[in-house]
């Protein structure tokens, strides 16, 4: 990294985490802190190592390094706290920063990162988890990476009693445009983990338009959130010249829709790509957003409780709460639970890192939802419906996990 | 100095997990939430996080044989740095010793280690019907440890007092480790001197409070929250002032500034009309729906009588939540405004506060400053925040003249300089001015006495 670039890179740090005073309102929201009680783990002691680090109090060592990486950037701290610090954003600058001060080489990320990179590859390791499905050796990936999928067949089975049907064929008012040239967005962890759910998705959209599918490039989220910037700026170039004709492009992934709707911040000051990549941006909608605008019944109303858990990158990065809600509550009898909003522990590729915290956070995700006394648990995000998966595995079948395109 | 024998003696008694020693551990707790700068770092040489008295005692008897300093923390959400270990010495997070213990519906009292959350004491108490009133602003994250050694205050303090009228009786450790129990359940005591008193706002220089006996009372039943804008500072305040000289008592009356506002503004959706320079927020409550119109019918009557603008009255619980969320959220959005934030707590008998509320517009004017101008209307406690620049010199030079004025304006009009946060670091240098040499001197003895060996806070309260 030039020294200019780094200069501007830890000055925009500072100006994020200066904003904190330290007060500690989000002590008691933050899951990583609820699990792991040590004021390095919590938002105030992220933020105000930043700001050490900015003023050369600390060094950048591997140290700092991992209490930076030790974040699920969730912004449940960003959500509660009285100024908005953009803990999250500071957070991925500063491994970034990091990573280039302390020559980390970061190799993990670095492949996963380049598996991504290419649509053929994240092909072949769609087609791979889907032979380990079909043979049952899927339970032999460690981590719950190849996760048994329930699908809406099963769904469908399991609520086959006294369901209340609902009329026949979905009802659309199209406040968009009908001529509207509809994309739909495949993300990768759609693509390589849950086939089913995807393929739901598109059954849906395809009632409701004529869905134009292109190859699309990853979403770019893990290579930002782990200080590859530069590859998360080409896969958006990329993904921004796919979709140039496209009027909107849907989501079922609330990480990729999330990071997609925000791709214009980081072109900004850009004179080539920031007004491609804001009109981009403008685009994007979540499936739920989607179907909530142009007025869609779900397929079939069923008998059975259903509850359901906030991804952080819809609930916090997209503002969208009600829609999944009230589509699930034209689905069946919906049940909220208590603290559906705080991440599950999944956080991209954070479970893997640190399995036992995110086994922790998991664990009173699971309590919540057995709690509801639901036996389906519904989301809109495939990291999260990994978590929802093995939660739905420990608690012994009370529950399975779906995502929502799947149940509605 | 901590060497590796002591170190180890440490961790032999609270366990290896809880201690921490690492470089960038320790710095995470050498500062709070005060405006002392982080550099130079006040870092402890090693963070331990007992979890019961017995160790909390065999570690004081260790740091008291070896003259090792002692700095006791919560939460750190402290204003004065009362938390910060100036010292170094051993940085004591009480935040691992945080069950409520018992709660007895009889006697109306609840048992606590210092580590418990004040909203989840809050919570605990009123799922039973019971009320423990003291609210800090802080009080979803701060600690009934800290609450009691800084004798916390909030906005409830106007009708039902601050921490200290809760407490009932203390377990405290001190300085050599001797396990000290005073004060108990029954009401009315006079054995002896009032210990526990002695270490209610004592900052942790006299002993480190283990275990709390705090005093409940009947939860009301109603409760009601309102929004009452007005057109300058001075007809909030003189609502408040004739609203509890004709006996109507709010259970919070808490008056914010257009710069407060204008800074709540820019975080969170507010109507605000060019004309709005006050927010009142007052919270009632009663025995039911009748008691509670009555009051907010009086209420509209007298902010009307002083020209009130807009009047809200919160319609559910979330609607209220999002009124108290302004408040209290005043701080930290005034300390995001400028590069440094200077915030004081001064305390002034409640009929001088329309008074002290004009000196302090004036003394923002006298010296070119930003002084915001929010707090607890209804108790005389406010919080005059100067926004500056202390790399200026020249405007910190003007920011020190301003506080020297803030704090001889407040005791002049019988008030002192801190009503809730506490002296700490931050208002060290005013102490003699408030309570006389006398007073200092007599706080100096009881510190001798209780803490020859200096190890307990070193560095507080006074130079």
């Known amino acids: 990294m030039h020294p200019c670039e780094e200069n501007k890179l830890l000055q925009g740090v500072k100006d994020k985490v200066s904003q904190c005073d330290r007060c500690g309102a989000c002590l008691p929201v933050c899951p990583l802190f609820g699990v792991r009680d040590l004021e390095l783990a919590s938002a105030r002691g992220k933020n105000t190592l930043g700001r050490a680090l900015a003023e050369g109090i600390i060094e950048p060592t591997r140290e700092a390094l991992k209490a930076v990486d030790f974040c699920l950037l969730c912004r449940a701290c960003v959500d509660n706290c009285p100024v908005q610090v953009k803990t999250d954003e500071a957070m991925v600058d500063l491994r970034r920063l990091l990573i280039e001060k302390t020559g980390a080489t970061n190799s993990k990320y670095r492949l996963v990162g380049g598996l991504l990179k290419s649509p053929r590859l994240v092909g072949i390791a769609a087609r791979a988890l889907s032979f380990l499905r079909q043979t049952g050796l899927n339970n032999l990936v460690p981590f719950g990476l190849a996760p048994d999928e329930y699908t809406r067949a099963h769904f469908l089975a399991s609520f086959a009693g006294p369901a209340v049907l609902g009329p026949p064929a979905p009802s659309i008012v199209t406040e968009i445009g009908s001529g509207a040239k509809i994309a739909y967005f495949q993300g990768c962890g759609m693509k390589m983990m849950f086939p089913q759910a995807t393929a739901e998705s598109l059954a849906i959209l395809q009632t409701t338009a004529n869905v134009w599918r292109p190859n699309n490039f990853c979403c770019g989220l893990p290579h930002l959130a782990h200080g590859l910037r530069e590859e998360f700026l080409n896969l958006a170039r990329k993904n921004i010249r796919l979709f140039e004709k496209a009027d909107l492009i849907i989501s079922d992934c609330a990480s990729c829709g999330g990071t997609l709707k925000h791709l214009a911040s980081f072109f900004q000051g850009d004179p080539l790509w920031e007004e491609q990549a804001a009109s981009f941006s403008r685009k994007v909608m979540d499936l739920t957003e989607y179907l909530t605008v142009i007025g869609y019944t779900p397929r079939k109303r069923v008998d059975g409780a259903l509850t359901y858990h906030d991804p952080c990158h819809l609930a916090r990065g997209q503002g969208i709460k009600k829609q999944p809600r009230d589509l699930l509550k034209m689905t069946g009898n919906f049940i909220e639970m208590e603290e559906a909003g705080v991440c599950c522990g999944g956080a991209g590729s954070f479970h893997l890192d640190y399995p036992d915290i995110s086994a922790l956070i998991l664990g009173k995700k699971l309590k919540n939802i057995e709690k509801t006394g639901a036996s389906l648990v519904v989301t809109g995000c495939p990291g999260c419906l990994i978590q929802l998966a093995k939660a739905a595995r420990a608690s012994g079948g009370k529950f399975q996990a779906l995502h929502i395109s799947q149940a509605i | ?463």
């Open chain 2, 1 to 463: 100095m901590i060497d590796d024998k002591i170190r180890e003696k440490i961790i032999s008694i609270v366990g290896r997990e809880n201690c921490l020693t690492s470089d960038l551990e320790r710095f995470a707790y050498s500062y709070d939430s005060s405006f002392i700068p982080l550099t130079p770092a006040n870092k402890p040489e090693l963070v331990a996080r007992p979890q019961t008295t017995e160790e909390v005692s065999r570690l004081l008897t260790v740091a008291y044989e070896n003259q090792i300093p002692v700095t006791p923390r919560g939460a750190a959400s402290g204003r004065s740095g009362g938390s910060i270990p100036l010292k170094g010495g051993i940085s004591l997070a009480l935040d691992r010793m945080s069950r409520i213990i018992e709660l007895d519906p009889m006697n109306m009292t609840v048992m606590t280690e210092p580590g418990v959350r004040t909203i989840d004491l809050y919570n605990y108490a009123a799922a039973r019907g019971l009320f423990y009133p003291p609210d800090p602003a802080s009080w979803k994250f701060s600690t009934i440890g800290g609450n009691v050694a800084e004798n916390a205050g909030g906005m409830r303090a106007v009708k039902y007092g601050v921490t200290g009228n809760y407490v009932m009786g203390l377990e405290v450790v001190l300085a050599d480790g001797t396990i000290l129990q005073t004060g108990g359940k029954a009401i009315k005591n006079v054995t002896g001197y009032d210990l526990k008193s002695l270490f209610v706002g004592s900052e942790g220089t006299l002993g480190i409070i283990t275990r709390a006996l705090l005093r409940l009372i009947p939860l009301p039943p109603r409760r009601g929250t309102l929004q009452i804008m007005f057109g300058s500072l001075d007809d909030g305040c003189a609502t408040v002032h004739q609203l509890l000289c004709s006996g109507i008592v709010p259970s919070a009356a808490e008056i914010m500034d257009r710069l407060s506002l204008d800074a709540v503004a820019r975080h969170r959706k507010m109507s605000l009309e060019a004309n709005m320079a006050a927010c009142l927020i007052i919270e009632i409550d009663g025995d039911d729906d009748s008691a509670i119109a009555a009051q907010t019918s009086k209420i509209k009557e007298q902010a009307s009588k002083n020209r009130a603008l807009a009047f809200r009255t919160a319609e559910s619980l979330a609607e209220a939540d999002e009124l108290w969320a302004i408040r209290r959220g005043v701080s930290s959005a005034l300390a995001a405004m400028a590069p440094n934030r200077i915030s004081e707590d001064i305390s002034v008998p409640r009929d001088v506060f329309p008074e002290v509320v004009r000196r302090i517009q004036a003394i923002a004017a006298n010296h070119g400053l930003s002084i915001s101008v929010y707090g607890h209307a209804g108790d005389g406690n406010l919080h005059p925040s100067i926004l500056c620049d202390m790399n200026n010199p020249q405007e910190a030079r003007r920011v020190h003249r301003a506080i020297d004025d803030l704090f001889a304006v407040a005791i002049e009009l019988g008030g002192t300089l801190s009503g809730e946060h506490g002296i700490g670091i931050t208002k060290q240098p005013y102490i003699v001015q408030a309570v006389s040499e006398a007073g200092v001197k007599t706080m100096q003895a009881i510190k001798q006495a209780l803490d020859p060996r200096g190890i307990l806070n070193p560095g507080k309260i006074w130079q």
